[in-house]
Structure formats: C-alpha cells, structure tokens
C-alpha cells in the first residue's frame, strides 16, 4: 500500500505475555528429566513407565487405524471406550455409571481435570489440597483461576486430622481433591478417612475431585476405594482416572471422568473446546484392553510393582536416604537430609552429579519449606533398569 513501509525492525515494546504465565510454570519433575538427560543418566524422576504395552492394547489400536478409525470422535469419547470404562468399574468397585451421559473421556486424567475445574469452579474458588500434593493439580487449579489451599499429612502414615481440615475451610471452598493412591507419598486413603471426608464434603457441600489414577498399584492388603462408591457421594463426586500408568500408555493421552449427567455435559463441552478428543484409534485399543483384561492382569501388576517397591526401598536404606515406604501408587519419598546442599533441589542434583540418578526434589511437593529434606523416586522401571539404579543408589554413601 503507498505511503507504507515495513522493516521489521519496528519496536514490539508493547508486547509482552498474558498474565497467566506467572500462574504455570514447568514443573520439577520435567525439569530433573531434562537435567537426567544432559548427563544420559537413569530417570527415577518422571513417572513415564517405560514397562510394556499389553498386546491387546497394541493390536487394538492398530485394527482400529486399519479400519480407519481415525477422524475426530464424539466430545465425551467413542461408545465402545465409554462401554468399556462403565464395564470395568462396576466389576472392581461396583460403581454404576452410565457410558451414554456419565462418563467423558479426556487427554488424559490431567485434561479431565483441568475440564472439570472449567466447568464447576469459579475464578477465586478454593479446593482443598493434601499435602504433599502432585504438583499438575496445584497448576491446573491455578490455570483455571481456582485457589489450592492446603491440609498437611505427616509421615509415616500421612495423616491427617479434623481440625486440620476445619483450619482451611472458608466461604469461598468450593471442592476438595483426593488423590488415592497418591502422588508421591503412596498414600491408600484407609475407609475411616474416607468417610470423614464424605461427612465434611456433605456437610458443607463441596464437590470432590478424585485422581485415581494409580487404582491397581496397591500393596500389603490395602484395597483402593473410589469415594464415589460411599453412600451420597456420587452426586457429587468427579472421578478421575485414566489407563496411562495401568497399561503403560503414559504418551497416549487417554483419561477419563465419570460424574453426574448434570455436570458431565458441561465437562464434555469444555472437552471438546481444549481437545477436541483424545486420539480415536488409542481410545479403541484402550477399550480392547479394558475388555481384555480381568483381575488376573491387575493383581499381577501389583505384585510386579511391589517387588519393584521394595527394591529401591532397600536400596535407599543401604544408601543412608530413609525411606517412606509408599502403601501404593510407584512412588517412594526418601529422606535425603544427609547429601550436601542447601535446598531440596541442590541435593537432588549432588545426587544426579554423583550417581547418575535423577529424582524429583521434595520442594516440589508442598507450598512452604517442608519438602527441603525429601525427594521423590519413581519405580517404575524395567528391571534390569531399577536394578542399575539401585547399585548407584547405594553407592551414595561413599560420597556423602
């Protein structure tokens, strides 16, 4: 146009990033990925699985893509995945729930969530966290504009008490988050804590969150309860769970919420405009692994992974790092007090320099300074790969 000049130098002064970049930032556990990377060491920080893919799940997805399964899918998920969640979670916990107007599958638990807290929370909302809490729950909350507030669990049992839970309650809390199994402390909510907490979320009309993503990781006689299935809970209650860690799909990005109709339309709309879908043809090998497998896979997962457990629990042991030995999900929180530096995240890095070892400082598990002598060890490993690990883990007492 005459008179107009470009030369791409102009100033861009005015220009800068939206407020809501100081609300998310990256998360420690990528970070300490990234740094294992640099130094080609052996990754115990992010919880990636690297176990194998059941082959029902495999072959699965493939005839789905041969079938040309691959264009978008409904915004609460493909029927046969939905059939297949409502299918599963009745034969292990008895819950019922309708695949036509109860369930919405995401990308990923971690997407359910983030579309649950868009449609029922308002800017300023409060939800309840337990601390030590997973960290993509404080960002999701603060990304939607809620407010996490926090309940302390101590160790070794990570409890909690009634006050505790009366100490953070206000007119604006609005929800609650239980993450059973839990990220990072292995926490199984016992059914006494269950109960208290349908009591207090009843008697002040909260919603409450679930992230049960770690369901069939569970140990030593414990048993994983949905806090759905309590009496008056389902209403509500937002279930939220996924196959990324029971199949060992954690790249595939398949989640699910199941919820009262009421709030499932609105969380399927919310769905579709951050998603679109979860890809389709993951969605149906998903499905033929629900389908597929039976509770011989599940109790053989779990006794898998508590003899993974107790590896790196001794490991860490022998090393002088004391152990919490987690009652589920494949975590364990190791006191690391005893290696050189002055925070959480300067251990864990004497520790990666030393070992080759990566884990997830414990700072980035709790709001205040209460994590600066933890750190967060994932198990989930090949053997071959844990057993690695285990050796340089134990070497650390030669340079502490």
């Known amino acids: 146009m005459a008179g107009l000049s470009f030369s791409g130098k102009e100033s861009i002064v005015g220009l800068k990033l939206s407020k809501r970049h100081e609300w998310v930032v990256q998360s420690e556990i990528r970070n300490m990925s990234i740094e294992c990377e640099l130094v080609k060491g052996i990754n115990l920080s992010q919880g990636v699985c690297d176990m194998e893919v059941p082959s029902a799940v495999r072959q699965g997805a493939q005839a789905a893509m041969d079938a040309g399964i691959n264009t978008y899918t409904r915004y609460d998920g493909l029927p046969e995945l939905r059939e297949a969640i409502a299918h599963k979670v009745r034969l292990f916990s008895g819950m019922e729930a309708d695949p036509g107007s109860e369930i919405i599958v995401s990308a990923g638990a971690t997407g359910a969530f983030y579309c649950a807290c868009l449609a029922l929370l308002d800017p300023g909302d409060e939800v309840i966290l337990f601390e030590p809490y997973y960290g993509y729950h404080v960002s999701t909350l603060a990304a939607t504009q809620a407010v996490p507030v926090y309940v302390r669990m101590e160790p070794p049992d990570w409890t909690f008490s009634d006050e505790d839970l009366k100490k953070v309650l206000s007119p604006k809390t609005r929800g609650m988050m239980i993450n059973t199994p839990a990220n990072p402390s292995g926490k199984v909510f016992a059914p006494a804590e269950l ?171 709790y709001h205040d300074e209460a994590g600066e002598n933890l750190a967060r060890f994932c198990f989930a490993k090949e053997d071959a790969v844990l057993d690695e690990a285990c050796r340089r883990i134990e070497q650390m007492g030669n340079f502490c």
């Not at 990781?217 to 196959?243: C, N, Q, S």
């Not at 969605?283 to 107790?310: I, T």
């Not at 790196?312 to 790092?321: F, K």
């Open 195 to 365: 109960q208290r907490l349908a009591a207090f979320a009843a008697r002040h009309d909260l919603f409450v969150f679930t992230d049960e993503i770690y369901e069939h990781f569970v140990y030593d006689g414990h048993r994983h309860i949905p806090p759905a299935t309590l009496p008056g809970m389902k209403e509500r209650t937002i279930t939220i769970a996924g196959l990324s860690k029971t199949f060992s799909i954690t790249g595939w990005r398949v989640g699910y919420a199941i919820c009262d109709a009421k709030w499932a339309q609105t969380i399927g709309y919310f769905n579709d405009l951050v998603y679109v879908c979860a890809p389709a043809p993951l969605q149906m090998g998903v499905a033929r692994g629900l389908m597929e497998s039976g509770p011989d896979y599940y109790d053989k997962l779990a006794r898998e992974y508590v003899n993974k457990r107790d590896k790196i629990c001794g490991a860490l042991s022998n090393a002088g790092l004391e152990p919490h030995a987690p009652q589920g999900a494949y975590y364990v929180l190791a006191d690391i007090s005893r290696i050189p530096g002055e925070n959480s995240k300067a251990k864990a890095m004497n520790l990666l320099r030393q070992t080759g070892v990566a884990c997830v400082p414990g700072e980035a598990f």
